[in-house]
């Protein structure tokens, strides 16, 4: 059962566009959400997180918005820049369970 | 910050051999660790998550299993690997409900 869903398996923009990202969940008990880059053959570092009691959160040129009515949430990076180039994965958490969605890989193209 | 030791980095086992696979956390006391899976083009499975010394919650019936013998040791095992069990195998810490996890570098099995 797929609780964090990203239905967007890739995703390409130009170099200092803005990267959105998005990510559905079904389970309204999940309460903290976090965003991951991963580099292939590495673990995946963290971005940035969001608690159920905000719906936005900045950090740098990444920011989160959470619309806990509709159980989705996005990631915007501004501007995009080659580094950015990786797979993104969102996740959920209850508790000390943490979720995963399928990811979705940014191409940022010069 | 945490530090997640995963060894070795690339395996490649036999179909029915066993499986050990360990993950050691330093930089904090008492996280809570979690077993990944990431097969080819998917995403992040949870296999395993503990949140102390010898419990262990399982999330997906499996040919795996994991135990935590000491406080910041994690071990993913298998007693006969099946080709379906080739993957990248990440190991995670957190330090509570509402943290961040800090991942290993992986380790990539092929089973053959």
């Known amino acids: 059962d797929q609780q964090v869903k990203q239905n967007s398996p890739s995703l390409s923009v130009q170099e200092g566009r803005i990267s959105i990202l998005n990510c559905d969940y079904t389970n309204s008990m999940f309460d903290y959400f976090l965003w991951y880059k991963k580099y292939p053959a590495e673990g995946p570092t963290f971005l940035i997180s969001i608690s159920s009691i905000k719906d936005k959160n900045e950090d740098g040129r990444f920011t989160v918005f959470l619309n806990k009515s509709a159980k989705h949430l996005s990631l915007h990076i501004v501007p995009s820049q080659p580094g950015d180039s990786a797979v993104y994965f969102c996740a959920a958490s209850r508790d000390y369970k943490l979720s995963f969605g399928a990811g979705t890989t940014v191409t940022v193209r010069a | 910050s945490q530090t997640i030791h995963q060894w070795p980095a690339t395996l490649v086992q036999p179909v029915g051999s066993p499986l050990s696979l360990e993950c050691t956390v330093e930089?904090?006391?008492?996280?809570?660790l979690y077993w990944y899976r990431q097969a080819a083009g998917r995403g992040l499975q949870l296999l395993f998550y503990s949140v102390g010394i010898g419990q262990i919650s399982s999330e997906v019936p499996q040919n795996l299993s994991a135990s935590r013998p000491q406080d910041r040791q994690f071990i993913l095992s298998s007693k006969k690997l099946l080709l379906s069990d080739s993957g990248f195998y990440l190991c995670a810490s957190r330090t509570g409900a509402n943290t961040e996890a800090f991942f290993g570098q992986g380790t990539r099995l092929t089973v053959v």
């Open positions: 930089g904090t006391s008492n996280p809570n």
